[in-house]
């Protein structure tokens, strides 16, 4: 069970697009269309932002919007703000009834 | 409002044990999976364990098989994780999440997988 591969930072301008990969195996991200993303902003609890590879909850800005191709998935931000500095967490099934999170990507706003 | 609060966090020394619960609130407890995430400190989320709404099935990340527990108690809208033999390396904040659900084309509800609520977690400091 070894975490899923985020770069461990990202950076972009306000305004700017950044784009945030996950990649996993054909035994989890490749292998099904479960795999969600999560911010989480310093002392809090994280926050659901896509699910099912593409699929935004009620809430989330259009801005974000996610993909899949073969063992690795993709965060999209467009149209970045100060307010999407954080943490970002790639989340995928793993089969057999398991979960499966990234290692994490810190995304600066310069 | 829909509400996860968790508890029963501590200072420990290794090998002793200890139970989190997580409070449910304003939804359905009883017809949703639900996961326990961690985090240790500095570090990333780690998918610890999940059960089935009616608590039949559970499943658990290898680091903790064999010594934690998930349960939940439907009727006190409860989640439990009862963590024994427990190591330096599970110090972290633990959060209980809730995993939305939807039924198939049969009429079964089946979950996706993912955490749409979650608690603002409940801290665990395993020290000698």
């Known amino acids: 069970q070894s975490a899923l591969t985020q770069p461990r930072s990202v950076s972009g301008s306000p305004g700017q697009s950044v784009t945030i990969s996950c990649t996993g195996t054909?035994?989890?991200?490749?292998?099904?269309?479960?795999v969600s993303w999560y911010q989480q902003h310093p002392g809090k609890a994280p926050k659901l932002m896509i699910y099912?590879?593409?699929k935004r909850p009620s809430g989330v800005p259009d801005r974000f919007s996610g993909s899949k191709s073969g063992n690795t998935a993709s965060l999209t931000i467009s149209g970045l703000q100060a307010e999407d500095e954080g943490d970002y967490y790639c989340?995928?099934?793993?089969?057999?009834?398991?979960?499966?999170f990234g290692g994490g990507t810190k995304l600066t706003v310069l | 409002e829909v509400q996860l609060v968790e508890s029963g966090g501590g200072l420990v020394q290794p090998g002793e044990s200890l139970r989190l619960s997580c409070a449910a609130s304003?939804?359905?407890?009883?017809?949703?999976?639900m996961h326990w995430v961690r985090q240790a400190p500095g570090k990333g989320l780690v998918w610890v364990s999940r059960?089935?709404?009616?608590?039949?099935?559970?499943s658990y990340a290898d680091s903790v098989k064999g010594r934690f527990t998930i349960s939940r108690d439907n009727a006190k809208n409860t989640l439990y994780l009862q963590m024994n033999s427990l190591r330096v390396e599970d110090t972290a904040v633990y959060y209980c999440?809730?995993?939305?659900?939807?039924?198939?084309?049969?009429?079964?509800?089946?979950?996706?997988?993912?955490?749409?609520?979650w608690g603002k977690g409940t801290t665990v400091t395993v020290s000698s």
């Open positions: 999440a809730r995993d939305p659900y939807h039924y198939d084309s049969s009429g079964n509800p089946r979950s996706d997988y993912y955490m749409d609520v």
């Open positions: 054909s035994s989890d991200v490749g292998g099904y269309n479960y």
């Open positions: 059960i089935y709404p009616d608590g039949t099935r559970t």
């Open positions: 304003g939804f359905t407890f009883s017809s949703y999976w």
């Open positions: 099912d590879v593409s």
């Open positions: 989340c995928s099934y793993a089969g057999s009834y398991t979960v499966i």
